[in-house]
C-alpha cells in the first residue's frame, strides 16, 4: 500500500505539472517496476523464475527507453523522432509478450493451446482497427519513421493478442497475475492514445500523458512485490473451467463489437471493401465460439451438477449394498426424533451371527455377495415409510414408529430376524445365517440425540450378543450403567496387565490308575486392590472381546514355563503344564513365533507344556488353525482339546486336527458312577477318543465314586477338586517335595477348576 501510495504521488504531481522534470518521474517508475521484477525473478523458481526473467526483461528495456528521454531532458536536448530509446521500448515490447506467452504455457501448458484461436481473432481484429485508424493515417516522412511509428501499434496488438490468451485460458487468477494484466491494458491504452493524439495532428506530450506512463508501471511492480509472486505460475484448472468462464465471453464479445465497426469504418471512409468481408467473417466466426462457449459451459454445468450428486450420494450411501449410510441414518433419525410427537421411534439394529466365519471361510467376495442379498431382503421387508440403512461390517438398522412401544418394537425386530433366517442361495451355495438384534426407543418428548439413540441400541445388540445367536434385546437404563461398569472394569484390566496384578494358580491332574500327580492346569487369578477377587468367568471374556487376551495370555504362558522350568530344575520333567490358549491368540498371524520365542527364553523342555485350546477355536477357519496347531507341534508341544462337549465340533471332525489329548468337559461327570445312562454315554465319548488315537482327560471329578468309574472305563488323567483345587505354584512345590503324592478326599463345594 505505501509502494502504490508513493507511485500515485508521484502521478498526481507530474499530472499536475508540478514536478518540472516528467520524464525523469516517468524512468523512476520503469526503473522501480525493473528493479521489484529482478528480485521476484531471484526469489523465485521452476517455471516462475522463466516469466519474471521475460518480464523483469522488458521493464529494464522500458527503463533504458525513458532514462534517454530524461537524459535529453536534463540536457535540454531535444529527442530526434527516431533514437536509441525507440529501439529500447521496441525491445521491451516482444519480451512483455514473451513473458505473457510464458505465463500462459506455465500455468496451463498444452491444455491452454485452444485458447490461442481466441488471442489469434483479438490480434487480428485489432490488426485492422490499429491499421485503418493509425498506422494508414501516419504513413508520411521517412521509411525509417514509417517503419517505427507503425511498430508501436503493432506491438499493442501483439500484446493485446497474449493479453487475450492468457485470459481466455486461465480459469482462476491469483492477484500477481492480475496486477501483470492490468499492466499491459494501461500501457497498450496509454500507447494507443499516444499514437491517436499523434495521428490527430498533437504532440502526444503532456503533464495528464506522462502521469498514466507513470502509473502504468505501478501494477508490474505490485505484481512482483505481492505474495502470490511465487505461485504465479502454478498449474490452474483449464480447459472446460476456462470454457465457461465470463472473461472469455466478455473478449470475445467485445470482438463481436468491434470486428463490425472497423470494417464499417472502413468502407464508409472509401477504402477496399476487404475490410469489410475479412471482419463480417471474423464476427462468424466469434458467434460461433461463443456459441460453442455457451454449450460447453452447459454440459460442463451438467457434468458438475451430476458429479456433485453422485458425491452426495456416495457420502450418504454404502457402495456395496446401495443403502444409506450410517450419516444418512443419523440425519434421517434426527428428523424424525424432531417430529415425533405422537408414538415412538424404533430403532433396531441386526448383526449377522458368524458372518467372519463366512468371510474368512468363503472369501471376501462371497461375504459381499452375502452382504447384497441381506441388504435385499431387509429392504424388501420394510413396510411404508420405514427406512433400511446399513452402518458398517454387517451391521443393518431398520428405523420405524411404532404405537405401543416396547410391543410393537419387539413384533418390529422378530420381523427382521424372521426374513434373515431363511437360507441365502450364493454362488458357492447356499448358506444360513441369523442375526442377534438390539432395540432402542424414543419419543419427541425425550429430547434424545440420534447418536445416543444409536449408542443405546448397539448397546442392546451386545447385550444380545453376549447370550447367543439370534438374540433380541431391547434397550433398558441398567444397560448403560451396565456398559460403565464394563467400561471400568476394562480399564483396570489393562492396569492389571500392566503392573502383573493378574497371576496364576495351578490345578493338580493325576494318573487315575496310579493317583500320583503328572500334570497341573495353569488357571488366571486376579485379586483386584478394591473390588477383591474377581471371576475369571468375568475377566476373560472381556479379555477376549478387548483383545487384551493376547498379551495377557503371552505373560501368563512365560510364567507358567518359568515356574516349569523351576520345577525341571528341580525335580526333573515329571509333569506337565497344561495353559489355555484363546482362539483370538491362535489366530494372531506370529502366534508359532510368539510361543517359540517365550519358550527359548525359559529354557524349559518342549515336551513339559501343553497348549489348551477350545472348539470355538478349531471352528474359526479351520484350515488355518490346523496349520498353526501343526507347527506348534513341531516346536515340541502337546496340544489338548479342552471342554469336549460344549463347542460346536464333531468327534469325527476331531481326526482331522494334529491334536495329543481331548478333556471331557465337567458336564459329563454327573451322574458317572451313580446313573448308568450316564456312565455308558461317558464310556462311548472315552471309547471314541481312544478310537481317534487320543489321550482322554477327565474334567470336573469331585467324588471317589466318579474316580473310580473313570478310571475303570479306561481314561488316562483327572482332574478336579477331589485332587486338588487350584493353589499357588508354592503348594506344587511342596507336592512335587512330597513326590507327587496328593491328599484326597470327597469334595462337595461349588464346581470349579
Known sequence: MLVAAAWLTVAVLVGADVWSVPTAAIALAALGAAVALTCAAVRSRGRTRHVWGLLAGSQWAFALGDGWWAADALRGIETPSVSIADIAYLAGYPMLAAGLLALVVARGGREALPAAADGLVVGIIATLGVWHFLIDSVATGSITEVVIAAAYPVADVLLLACLAWLVTASAAWSPAAGWIAANVVVTVGADLWYAVDVARGGSGEGPLMDAVYVVSYLPMALAAMHPTARALAWRVPLGGAAASGRSRVIVLGAGVVSAPFVGMMAAMEGHSSV???????????????????????????????????????????????????????????????????????????????????????????????????????????????????????????????????????????????????????????????????????????????????????????????????????????????????????????????????????????????????????????????????????????????????????????????????????????????????????????????????????????????????????????????????????????????????????????????????????RAFMAGVGEDTRATHAVAAVVALIHALGLGSVAEGIETEDQARSMAALGCGRGQGYLFGRPSPAVVIDALLADGGRLPIAPVSASRSR
Open 275 to 665: 475490410f469489410l468481408v475479412v471482419t463480417a467473417a471474423l464476427s462468424a466466426v466469434i458467434v460461433g465460439r461463443i456459441a460453442g462457449v455457451v454449450s460447453r459451459a452447459s454440459r460442463d454445468r451438467a457434468a458438475l451438477e451430476a458429479s456433485e450428486e453422485l458425491l452426495t450420494r456416495r457420502a450418504t450411501h454404502d457402495d456395496l449394498t446401495g443403502l444409506p449410510n450410517r450419516r444418512a441414518l443419523l440425519e434421517e433419525l434426527t428428523r424424525r426424533l424432531g417430529g415425533a410427537r405422537e408414538g415412538v421411534v424404533v430403532l433396531v439394529v441386526a448383526d449377522l451371527d458368524d458372518f467372519n466365519l463366512v468371510n474368512d471361510g468363503l472369501g471376501h467376495a462371497t461375504g459381499d455377495e452375502l452382504l447384497r442379498k441381506v441388504a435385499d431382503r431387509v429392504r424388501g421387508a420394510a413396510r411404508g415409510d420405514e427406512f433400511v440403512a446399513r452402518i458398517g461390517g454387517d451391521e443393518f438398522v431398520l428405523l420405524t414408529s411404532a404405537a405401543d412401544g416396547a410391543g410393537d418394537a419387539m413384533a418390529i425386530a422378530r420381523r427382521v430376524s424372521a426374513v434373515l433366517e431363511a437360507p441365502f442361495m450364493l454362488t458357492s451355495g447356499e448358506v444360513y445365517v441369523g442375526a442377534s438384534l438390539g432395540v432402542a426407543l424414543a419419543d419427541g418428548t425425550e429430547g434424545r440425540e440420534a447418536q445416543e439413540l444409536l449408542q443405546d441400541a448397539g448397546i442392546a445388540l451386545y447385550r444380545a450378543r453376549e447370550t447367543g445367536h439370534g438374540q433380541c434385546r431391547v434397550f433398558g437404563g441398567a444397560m448403560r450403567q451396565w456398559v460403565a461398569e464394563r467400561h471400568s472394569l476394562e480399564n483396570d484390566l489393562r492396569r492389571a496387565i500392566d503392573h502383573d496384578e493378574i497371576t496364576l494358580s495351578y490345578q493338580p491332574q493325576v494318573d487315575l490308575g496310579t493317583r500320583r500327580m503328572v500334570g497341573v492346569e495353569a488357571l488366571a487369578r486376579w485379586q483386584h486392590p478394591t473390588r477383591g477377587h474377581v471371576s475369571p468367568a468375568q475377566f476373560v471374556p472381556l479379555a477376549e472381546s478387548t483383545g487384551l487376551i493376547v498379551p495377557l495370555g503371552e505373560r501368563l504362558l512365560a510364567t507358567a514355563c518359568a515356574d516349569a522350568r523351576r520345577w525341571c530344575d528341580a525335580h526333573g520333567p515329571v509333569l506337565t503344564v497344561s495353559v489355555n490358549v484363546s482362539a483370538r491368540q491362535l489366530s494372531q498371524p506370529d502366534v508359532v513365533e510368539r510361543v517359540r520365542d517365550v519358550i527359548t527364553a525359559s529354557g524349559v523342555p518342549t515336551g513339559m507344556m501343553v497348549l489348551e485350546l477350545t472348539e470355538t477355536a478349531l471352528a474359526t477357519d479351520p484350515a488355518r488353525m490346523r496349520q498353526r496347531m501343526a507347527a506348534l507341534r513341531e516346536l515340541g508341544l502337546r496340544i489338548e482339546l479342552d471342554d469336549f462337549g460344549t463347542g460346536q465340533s464333531s468327534l469325527a471332525a476331531l481326526n482331522t486336527f494334529p491334536l495329543d489329548a481331548v478333556k471331557i468337559d
